[in-house]
């Protein structure tokens, strides 16, 4: 199944080559996906690396890192209207205040990742103090 899968994934890497080659700007893009490749490598893993070593030692670390992942998802996911809002003639293409809903979203995140872990925290003193008392 492996093999299979491995092999599927290389076809459509080289279809989707061949689509790239056959544009103009296939030089954008080839451009683009080198950038894309040092930003990775050089910015966004070791960033990702040394936030996983910094809570490494929390209590919630798994909560911790949901929370930054779905912040980090939501993030790129909106990075593309947020670094490049283009003035359109259309007023309905993009009508939306996005850095405010971006915040909004991260904000929300962060609050839930609270309300779990404090609900979590509770839980594990009730929990606590009913094991001491049947003791």
């Not at 910094?54 to 670390?61: A, E, P």
């Amino acid at each position: 199944m492996r093999t299979v899968v491995g092999a599927a994934g290389l076809a459509l890497m080289a279809f989707g080559a061949l689509m790239v080659w056959d544009q103009t700007t296939h030089w954008d893009v080839l451009i683009w996906l080198a950038g894309a490749v040092v930003l990775h490598d050089g910015v966004i893993a070791p960033l990702v690396l040394g936030v996983g070593f910094l809570v490494g030692g929390l209590k919630y670390r798994g909560l911790v890192r949901g929370a930054l992942l779905a912040a980090g998802c939501l993030t790129l996911v909106a990075l593309p209207v947020l670094l490049r809002p283009l003035p359109t003639a259309n007023s309905s293409v993009l009508p939306l205040d996005y850095v405010r809903g971006l915040l909004i979203s991260l904000a929300a995140v962060a609050v839930l990742a609270v309300l779990l872990g404090a609900g979590r925290w509770a839980w594990g003193r009730v929990g606590g103090a009913d094991d001491q008392e049947s003791r």
